[in-house]
């Protein structure tokens, strides 16, 4: 089963940051942020309230569907002494495209089998979340949610501290496939989706033929294959929908190689993009409204982590580019095979997320970034019997969350 939620897109009443917009002076953070710890839109047991051993505070509900698996909302960070700011009005995986090198499937595991069902989703035992707290929807344990050690918040010769994540994970199993779909909810803001592929190869076939895969023994060839995965990300930061600001960073070289300038790019309409590490290419969703106390709008980067680029073929446009901005749709769910539904065309070659991009105004606009990464599985020796996971992700940094670091 799966909950529903209520239509949360709506602008929060923020009277007193207002008033000083109208004054025509910056509102500081304090001032333009929703009550999280009273503005749950989700029951108890949906919730996710946690304080990590810094004092950072991170908020959310989530829910399970059929298709997407886990989805988050309203997902809002407290910096340790800070207050509560909003970030992300959703975020889900919104498309697990699987195309293997010998052409002989090119699968659409979310959209065309789900994450989420009884029949795909997997009941977490203890052993599965082991120091961890298992979360229920239904007679469904789908999600493990721990604190873990992730190393050092700085390290200044002998000053230091050490930092901890809080750990959202669930995993569905799609043919010999298992999937572990994880959020890694850092103590200084930042956001780390990522997936893991785990269970067993495949696609095996007779023979050593090096082709279009790999010999794994027993005179049997595995077909290599990649996975591409696309994120859905709703930005609300700050909690309002229709100030946000996407701009493209990058820094390349200038005067013979030596010298890099910093650009900044700002979309005013629907756009694709593609990651450029040559180019030191992210991206940042801002708020036009908020600002730190040096005065600087508060915003959120996308960082790439490009392992394997994929460029599909011309039926598949979506794999084009790596980043999407578009205007909020409700129907707009899947970056391929998308069902389409009332304000969406559906069908062929208006269902994927290529077509979404059309160069419609963002000016005033709930804007959604997508953001697509690919894992390269050329299989070895290694992977047989279980394989072990193969992990694939990116990061969501604060820029200018905080005028200092707010983990010391």
């Known amino acids: 089963m799966s909950i529903t939620f209520p239509d949360r897109r709506r602008l929060r009443s923020l009277a007193t940051g207002l008033a000083v917009v109208l004054l025509g002076a910056a509102v500081p953070i304090a001032l333009n942020v929703a009550d999280a ?35 988050l909302h309203d997902v809002t960070y407290t910096p340790p002494g800070g207050s509560a700011v909003e970030i992300l009005g959703q975020a889900n995986l919104a498309q697990i495209h699987v195309p293997y090198h010998d052409n002989q499937a090119r699968f659409h595991d979310l959209s065309d089998f789900g994450l989420g069902t009884d029949d795909f989703m997997n009941n977490l035992q203890p052993a599965d979340c082991p120091n961890g707290e ?15 050690p992730s190393g050092y918040a700085y390290k200044d010769y002998g000053q230091q501290a050490q930092a901890t994540s ?38 095996i076939t007779p023979g050593t033929s090096t082709s279009t895969g790999w010999p794994i023994g027993g005179n049997r060839t595995a077909i290599a294959h ?64 908020v600002r730190n106390a040096d005065g600087h709008p508060i915003s959120f980067e996308i960082l790439p982590e490009p392992d394997s680029i994929f460029r599909g073929p011309s039926y598949e446009r979506w794999t084009q580019n790596d980043f999407y901005v578009t205007r909020h749709r409700a129907c707009e769910r899947f970056a391929s095979h998308n069902p389409g539904g009332a304000g969406c065309q559906g069908g062929a070659p208006n269902n994927q997320l290529a077509a979404f991009a059309n160069g419609e105004s963002l000016n005033n606009q709930d804007l959604v970034v997508w953001y697509g990464a690919t894992f390269n599985h050329l299989p070895r020796d290694e992977d047989e019997n279980h394989m072990h996971p193969h992990w694939t992700g990116f990061s969501i940094i604060p820029r200018d969350l905080t005028a200092t670091n707010p983990t010391g």
């Open 166 to 203: 809080l750990n959202l994970f669930s995993v569905s199993h799609i043919g010999a496939y298992n999937y572990i779909v994880a959020w890694n909810l850092d103590d200084d803001g930042t956001i780390r989706p990522e997936v893991g592929a785990t269970g067993q190869l495949q696609a």
């Open 37 to 71: 710890a009273t503005d749950f839109n989700c029951s108890g047991g949906y919730q996710v309230d946690e304080t990590l051993q810094n004092g950072a505070r991170w908020q959310l509900c989530w829910e399970r569907r059929d298709r997407e698996g886990i989805v």
């Open 134 to 148: 298992r979360l229920a929807d239904g007679a469904i344990n789908a999600l493990c949610m721990t604190e873990s």
């Open 226 to 289: 990649l996975h591409n995965y696309t994120w859905r990300l709703d930005f609300d930061v700050a909690g309002s929908r229709l100030n946000d600001r996407v701009e493209e960073l990058e820094a390349p070289s200038a005067v013979n190689g030596t010298q890099r300038r910093v650009i900044r790019r700002l979309f005013a309409n629907e756009t694709a993009r593609r990651v450029a590490p040559d180019r030191l290419r992210s991206w940042r969703v801002r708020d036009t409204v």
